[in-house]
């Protein structure tokens, strides 16, 4: 029997790409770097300590941290940029009053904080798995793990919706069944 839902947030519930997008184009362009919407599509799934040396190799840590720190700031600029998967958040309505609803993402807790309420969405989850809260993002299965473990339930009483390949491989590594979120945009 299903008791859990755990979902993804950048892509699954949110197509948040364009504002990502806008806000580490304009903290990489403060450090002179140029940054296309094609070249950022290749990090979707990845936390910024791995891709953004991709875009900036010549950068030190310290000024990655900083572009990090820039496209925070920046991110709720562009916050109305973000499209909701109104199809998908009707769903989790539907099981919220009798399920387990958990948010499991690679975003860090502010930037998450700040899409659920743009959304109004902040009341929707039972818990929130975050970059802060785990050693390893996804393709590592440790933010789900950690979804199973504080929810107290078994890989096969869940089920995840994800949407980047990072995510669906975390999932399917904790024993968890996926739904694959396409492009949902119309």
């Known amino acids: 029997m299903i008791k859990g839902f755990f979902f993804d947030l950048d892509g699954t519930l949110v197509d948040t790409h364009r504002a990502n ?5 304009q903290a990489l362009e403060d450090f002179g770097i140029e940054l296309t919407f094609d070249e950022f599509k290749k990090s979707i799934g990845h936390q910024a ?3 953004l040396p991709w875009f900036a190799p010549n950068l030190s840590s310290d000024e990655l941290d900083e572009i990090a720190e820039k496209k925070k700031r920046y991110y709720k600029e562009y916050v109305h940029l973000s499209v909701l998967n109104t199809q998908l958040v009707e769903f989790l309505k539907y099981l919220k009053p009798h399920h387990a609803i958990v948010l499991v993402t690679t975003a ?5 904080e700040t899409m659920l309420e743009h959304h109004g969405l902040m009341d929707m ?9 785990v050693t390893d993002s996804k393709p ?9 473990e ?13 949407d980047s390949s990072a995510g669906i491989s975390a999932a399917i ?3 968890i069944a996926v739904v694959e979120v396409k492009d949902f945009r119309p």
């Open 21 to 25: 997008f806008e806000a580490y184009r």
């Open 108 to 112: 860090k807790r502010a930037n998450a």
């Open 125 to 133: 989850f039972d818990q929130m798995i975050t970059f802060e809260d």
């Open 49 to 51: 300590k791995t891709f």
């Open 140 to 148: 590592s299965p440790e933010a789900y793990q950690l979804a199973l």
């Open 173 to 175: 590594e904790a024993g």
């Open 150 to 162: 504080r929810t107290k339930l078994q890989p096969n009483e869940v089920i995840a919706f994800e």
